[in-house]
């Protein structure tokens, strides 16, 4: 059952309020719990992703192509050295960055970014992994350059299953919906435009992809038409892929990934054109192509997704959390199954939300990335 935000009845709406302000430390009161927004570290320039590190550590990417450490509660002076060259102009940039699931042993982590593209103009989506010793990344070699063309719509976000199989999105790199919408980049499995993509942890196809055996169809891509999918979770007990999605003007997406699926862009959605409001699609349901299980109309520009598993706020584990930019809030989405049945909105105004992950401590953390404000790394702390 699809479920809009516009459509929950007041007491699933129920939006958390500011009740106080005490130094460093906002209050708010939701449902459930009154929390408080602490500022972990700030002097941040516009951060996109957040890491934890066994040792207590946190790692931040900076867009504009830094890679940060937050150490004792303070933000190092210097970068971590080695990081590769970044297109960073735009949305584009160093982007999300991501563990090994065996870090502690191997000391590898991964790497998005927007690479410049040789011989002509623009950029395109790459990871790329590197053994990370002495504040310093080394022996970085690019395991997947995506197939795409455009100024904005990187994608990037990345997450590893219970396999070790790495999940990358690719987003439509902004390539304008017009005329026949089935021909649109992010239709066609010749390239990774609006792609969900599956990899081994060194780059390799798996042989059990969905297109692998098609002829002209890129072997690594999972799913597609999508449009810019910059939040991605995998349940930790289903194992079930859940993916956030940029609408246009409205129609902001959760999506359940599943192989070899097309969730429909351009061709159905629920958004409308910028500024003429004016339909994009040909409607909201066709067969063949899925539903989200959950949208949002207006949208909340969704940007980062976390599955709740932690002991610091119990009565919350197994929900899902979107971060939102344009709606600087955190939507908080309560599932039965793979339905989602209840939504509350967290921390409204807070400032854009770029990333949502849950730490090694089990509390929530931000990483607020404002144009006009304080650029920061913050979390949720219980209050009594």
């Known amino acids: 059952m699809i479920r809009a935000s516009f459509r929950f009845t007041a007491l699933l709406l129920m939006m958390s309020v500011a009740v106080a302000v005490t130094g460093q430390a906002q209050e708010y009161r939701s449902a459930l719990y009154d929390f ?6 700030g002097g941040l320039e516009h951060p996109w ?76 989506t790459v ?20 197939d795409s063309r455009g100024g904005g719509h990187y994608g990037s976000r990345l997450a590893f299953d219970s396999e070790g199989f ?24 010749s390239n990774h435009h609006g792609t969900t993509n599956r990899i081994h942890d060194d780059g390799r196809i798996p042989d059990d992809n969905p297109f692998v055996n ?18 991605l979770a995998i349940h930790p007990e289903s194992g079930d892929i859940w993916a956030t ?5 409205g129609g902001d997406e959760l999506n359940l990934i599943r192989p070899g699926l097309n969730y429909g862009w351009p061709v159905i959605g629920y958004g409308v054109n910028y500024r003429s409001g004016t339909a994009i699609h040909e409607g909201t349901h066709r ?35 979107v971060g939102g930019m344009a709606g600087t809030q955190i939507a908080r989405l309560t599932l039965d199954g793979q339905r989602v049945v209840s ?14 992950r849950q730490g090694p401590d089990g509390y929530i953390y931000l990483a607020i990335d404002s144009d006009a404000g304080p650029q920061s790394i913050v979390r949720l702390e219980p209050t009594e």
Do not use: C
Not at 70 to 84: F, H, K, S, Y
Not at 214 to 231: K, L, M
Not at 245 to 249: T, V
Not at 291 to 319: C, H, R
């Open 36 to 41: 408080s927004v602490v500022t972990v570290a």
């Open 49 to 124: 992703s957040i890491a934890f590190l066994p040792d207590g550590d946190i790692l931040v990417t900076e867009r504009p192509g830094r890679l940060r450490i937050i150490r004792d509660g303070v933000l190092t002076e210097n970068p971590v050295a080695g990081v590769p060259e970044v297109h960073a102009q735009g949305q584009g940039g160093l982007l999300d960055v991501v563990l090994h699931p065996n870090f502690s042993s191997n000391r590898l982590l991964y790497l998005s970014y927007s690479k410049p593209l040789e011989d002509e103009d623009g950029a395109t």
């Open 127 to 146: 990871v790329a992994r590197a053994h990370f010793e002495n504040d310093r990344l080394t022996d970085v070699e690019e395991l997947f350059e995506a």
């Open 166 to 189: 790495l999940f990358i999105t690719v987003g439509d790199r902004q390539a304008p919906p017009r005329g026949d919408l089935e021909a649109h980049p992010a239709q066609d499995l």
């Open 214 to 231: 098609e002829s002209g169809a890129r072997p690594e891509i999972w799913s597609y038409g999508h449009r810019n999918q910059q939040g």
């Open 245 to 249: 999605e940029h609408g246009p003007q």
């Open 287 to 321: 067969d063949g192509m899925e539903q989200p299980a959950n949208f949002w109309v207006p949208s909340i520009a969704t940007s980062g997704l976390m599955i709740y598993t932690g002991d610091i706020f119990p009565e919350w584990k197994g929900n899902i959390f």
């Open 343 to 356: 939504e509350e909105t967290l921390v409204k105004g807070l400032g854009r939300i770029r990333d949502i």
